[in-house]
């Protein structure tokens, strides 16, 4: 088709390599450009779009159909290089956020625009000239969306997102008030999902981990009392139910230090909308009011079971 071999030109033109100028890769341009086969470069536009919507204009718009799940296809092999080639960029939010989106960098777009006209050659030659910069400005944007952490005394950064903010308040505001000189075993992040992770620690500890098994957000170990603390940073979905305490319990039925379990959440907004399906026994801390403990009944306040 004339407008996909037009975007595997364009592509080729900005250096990317030829994993990056293949057909799935050039729909992908062509939906981020918003043009159909029938439509003129200079028509092309950098609105935000979702994966799915490649998918979708793929199909509608050049009657290809692919399955719903080469979305992690289309997100590694193009999204991914685009990004790190500052042809797009991204809108900050957690990947896992239905609001995730992508769109063309204005540069990227101006010189689609120019595609097939006399501008063409003069153009990209300009384009290139500051391409390297690019790629470091939109670096360096990227950079600048992500949260520094401390971890164990290591800085560190997450990712953008609500749910990233609250593992860092649970990291910096709960455990140096309720569980002093923890060290963190294990944190995840939205992109890198095994952030920290003292695998050697926690087979000490009695842990058998397979890969179908979901940790906690947060796992918390203080020495002094053998206590580990299992916490789920909570804003959308999975508080600590009596069926995530069994999943857990089963998960680590070798352990013999105390168990305590936390449900964090950002605000006093959110613990309400989840507060009939907590488990009992189980703790819940809020970020807003940070000094405080909420405890589920039981004959102890911040102790295992």
Same mark, same amino acid.
């Given at each position: 088709?004339?407008?996909?071999?037009?975007?595997?030109?364009? #592509?080729?033109?900005?250096?990317?390599?030829?994993?990056?100028?293949?057909?799935?890769?050039?729909?992908?341009?062509?939906? #981020? =450009?918003?043009?159909?086969?029938?439509? &003129?470069?200079?028509?092309?536009?950098? *609105?935000?779009?979702?994966?799915?919507?490649?998918? %979708?204009?793929?199909?509608?718009?050049?009657?290809?159909?692919?399955?719903? $799940?080469?979305?992690? /296809?289309?997100?590694?092999?193009?999204? %991914?290089?685009?990004?790190?080639?500052?042809?797009? *960029?991204?809108?900050?939010? @957690?990947?896992?956020?239905?609001?995730?989106?992508? &769109?063309?960098?204005?540069?990227?777009?101006?010189?689609?625009?120019?595609?097939?006209?006399?501008?063409?050659?003069?153009?990209?030659?300009?384009?290139? =000239?500051? %391409?390297?910069?690019?790629?470091?400005?939109? @670096?360096?944007?990227?950079?600048?969306?992500?949260?520094?952490?401390? !971890?164990?005394?290591?800085?560190?950064?997450?990712?953008?997102?609500?749910?990233?903010?609250?593992?860092?308040? !649970?990291?910096?505001?709960?455990?140096?008030?309720?569980?002093?000189?923890?060290?963190? #075993?294990?944190?995840?992040?939205?992109?890198?999902?095994?952030?920290?992770?003292?695998?050697?620690?926690?087979?000490?500890? +009695?842990?058998?981990? /397979? #890969?179908?098994?979901?940790?906690?957000?947060?796992?918390?170990?203080?020495?002094?009392?053998?206590?580990?603390?299992?916490?789920?940073?909570?804003?959308?979905? +999975?508080?600590?139910?009596?069926?995530?305490?069994?999943?857990?319990?089963?998960? /680590?039925? $070798?352990?013999?230090?105390?168990? !305590?379990?936390?449900? @964090?959440?950002?605000?006093?907004?959110?613990?309400?909308?989840?507060?009939?399906?907590?488990?009992?026994?189980?703790?819940?801390? !809020?970020? *807003?009011?940070?000094?405080?403990?909420?405890?589920? $009944? +039981?004959?102890?306040?911040?102790?295992?079971?």
């Amino acid at each position: 088709m004339e407008k996909i071999d037009g975007a595997r030109k364009f #592509l080729e033109s900005v250096g990317m390599p030829r994993e990056q100028r293949s057909d799935l890769c050039c729909l992908t341009l062509l939906t #981020l =450009a918003g043009i159909g086969e029938y439509d &003129r470069w200079e028509n092309a536009t950098n *609105e935000w779009i979702r994966i799915h919507d490649v998918l %979708h204009f793929a199909r509608v718009q050049y009657h290809v159909d692919y399955a719903e $799940n080469t979305r992690e /296809t289309i997100r590694k092999q193009a999204m %991914h290089p685009f990004r790190r080639a500052a042809l797009i *960029e991204d809108n900050g939010k @957690a990947t896992n956020s239905p609001n995730y989106r992508y &769109r063309l960098t204005s540069e990227t777009c101006a010189l689609l625009q120019c595609m097939e006209t006399s501008d063409w050659s003069e153009r990209l030659e300009a384009f290139s =000239a500051v %391409h390297e910069s690019l790629i470091d400005i939109y @670096a360096s944007k990227k950079r600048m969306q992500k949260m520094p952490v401390n !971890i164990n005394g290591q800085a560190f950064t997450f990712s953008a997102g609500k749910h990233n903010q609250l593992q860092k308040a !649970i990291l910096e505001e709960l455990a140096p008030r309720f569980a002093p000189n923890a060290e963190c #075993l294990y944190v995840g992040d939205t992109i890198k999902k095994d952030l920290v992770k003292d695998t050697q620690k926690l087979k000490e500890l +009695g842990f058998e981990i /397979t #890969l179908h098994d979901k940790m906690p957000d947060v796992v918390l170990y203080r020495a002094d009392k053998n206590w580990i603390y299992f916490i789920e940073s909570v804003t959308s979905v +999975g508080p600590m139910d009596p069926k995530r305490i069994d999943e857990i319990t089963s998960m /680590t039925k $070798n352990v013999t230090a105390g168990k !305590i379990f936390i449900t @964090a959440f950002l605000d006093f907004k959110t613990y309400k909308k989840f507060s009939e399906s907590l488990a009992w026994e189980t703790e819940v801390w !809020i970020a *807003e009011m940070p000094d405080h403990m909420i405890h589920l $009944n +039981g004959d102890k306040f911040m102790g295992p079971r």
